[in-house]
């Protein structure tokens, strides 16, 4: 699933291609692409037609773009998109063969470049929100800013990371508590830190913290840098190019490799259903807890 790096590129995307452009038309062309959009795909095209996107903005793994009347007015809603597994914003010239897995279209009234909406596992998907006065969809609040906004507050972080017992890979995929990172990021962050997913939060030092912060934003900026982490043709921009992030890993997808800074071999262990790579020496399990007599 995309992470923080490769929405960011999205929304930058976004940014530069298709905001300010009034929209002409919208298809459907799978009812699964907007089944969030409550009122039905007749309403989600309804509302779009004849406005404009006015910004891009991401919160977390969302995507969230206000919506403005023809006249310039804030209409009070915004588009909101999440891109799934394999959820993909294209921006394309009209000419251009549809896609296999297209499932949305957006044309613009200048006749220019279309947004393009394809998704070949259907898990991604649009939906049209009321947004508050600064066109934010309060649906949305529950999702933690992520450590690269200016607004992260690094110390109420550390309080509430310390306060929970839980592992500490687990509150680094808690959408609540941070947000943007995924089971990618949060290997390459621990791996940087030098601590085991498994590690008790309850148990960290406030210098570790600090440890995982740095190499959370560390390796999201290095991500972004290099257009976010492409395993396959699922994730690209929206001009169809991919990531190469995936060049950089240190540990994750890496089982067998040596790790790049003491040459001991990954391990993949399991977690949730999905995998989890570490360096055994750079990394060593935590002891388990002691049980009360």
Known sequence: MPELPEVEVVRRGLDRWVIGRPIAA???????????????????????TGRTLTAAHRRGKYLWLPLAEPDGASSGRALVAHLGMSGQLLVEKPEEPDEVHLRARFRFADGGRELRFVDQRTFGGLVVEDADGDGFPPRLAHIAIDPLDPG????????????????????????????????????ESLWRARLHGARPTDRLTRAQVADVLDGVRSVLA???????????????????????????????????????????????????????????????PPRPRRSAR
């Open 222 to 284: 290095e991500a972004l840098a290099q257009g976010g982490t492409s395993f396959d043709s699922l994730y690209v921009d929206v001009n169809g190019q991919s990531g190469y992030f995936s060049r950089f890993l240190a540990v994750y997808g890496q089982e067998d490799r040596p790790c790049p800074r003491c040459g001991m071999a990954i391990v993949r262990e399991s977690f949730m259903n999905r995998s989890s790579y570490s360096c055994p020496s750079c990394q060593p």
């Open 152 to 187: 992260f507050d690094e110390a109420a972080f550390t309080a509430a990371l310390r306060r929970r017992r839980t592992e500490v890979k687990r509150a680094l995929l808690d959408q609540t508590l941070i947000g943007g990172v995924g089971n990618i990021y949060a290997d």
């Open 26 to 48: 919208v298809e459907v062309h799978h009812p699964r692409a907007v089944r969030r959009h409550l009122e039905g795909g007749d309403s989600f095209i309804a509302t779009l």
